[in-house]
């Protein structure tokens, strides 16, 4: 069965930079694309970023376009996300899911694997 475990979340002011990981178990890591969601207080669940199997193909949301950068090490059975220029309205729960498919996608329904998910907080 196959886990994912979100890391390196915390407390950031306005402007800062964090670099959020999620680390998989099993051996079918590579085989799909990966995504990164959040969800603030009171909001549904939004699509961040995601990551095809191969790295080569990323897609993002607009909100975040041009500020974070997703990318993977299959070796490592990671997957990142550097976030910079972070704003106030960046701070959620954020999670990383498992694609049932090669290719990224927005669509949550298309996530069948999700972590704990890590908390971001950015102060203004």
């Known amino acids: 069965q196959v886990q994912l475990v979100e890391s390196g979340g915390g407390l950031v002011q306005a402007g800062g930079s964090l670099r959020l990981s999620c680390a998989a178990s099993g051996r079918t890591l590579s085989m799909y694309a990966m995504g990164w969601f959040r969800q603030a207080p009171g909001k549904e669940r939004e699509f961040v970023a995601a990551?095809?199997?191969?790295?080569?193909?990323?897609l993002y949301a607009e909100s975040v376009q041009d500020r974070f950068t997703i990318s993977r090490d299959n070796a490592k059975k990671t997957v990142y996300l550097q976030m910079d220029s972070l704003k106030p309205e960046d701070t959620a729960v954020y999670y990383c899911?498992?694609?049932?498919?090669?290719?990224?996608?927005?669509?949550?329904?298309?996530?069948?694997?999700w972590g704990q998910g890590t908390q971001v907080t950015v102060s203004s």
């Open positions: 990551v095809s199997k191969s790295g080569f193909v990323t």
């Open positions: 899911a498992r694609a049932s498919r090669d290719l990224p996608t927005m669509e949550t329904g298309d996530y069948g694997i």
